[in-house]
């Protein structure tokens, strides 16, 4: 996504969201440090919408939890696929009652 259209979305859907949502004038917009959020073209139209941004560090960590639910996802499945593979190289005779 290009900075252009990041203020496109701002546009169509900014406004109607916060009223949908009924936030009131009492909101603070978060977005991540990636270059297309803080490019001057999003900055001006941010500040010419008076809309207030959380101040974030660019250090901090991801926003998007999904990409540590997939991390714990995977480490999960790699857990079974172990369990498995230790399960079926136990011999057979150990199993008989």
């Not at 900075?3 to 603070?28: A, I, M, P």
């Amino acid at each position: 996504m290009r900075e252009e259209n990041y203020v496109d979305t701002f546009k169509q859907h900014l406004k109607t969201s916060v009223r949908k949502l009924k936030l009131g004038h009492k909101r603070v917009f978060q977005m991540e440090n990636d270059p297309k959020h803080t490019s001057k073209v999003v900055a001006k139209w941010l500040t010419g919408n008076k809309v207030k941004i959380l101040e974030w560090s660019s250090q901090s960590p991801d926003l998007n939890p999904i990409g540590n639910v997939w991390a714990e996802l995977i480490h999960f499945s790699f857990s079974i696929c172990f369990v498995l593979h230790a399960w079926f190289q136990f011999p057979n005779y150990l199993f008989i009652i």
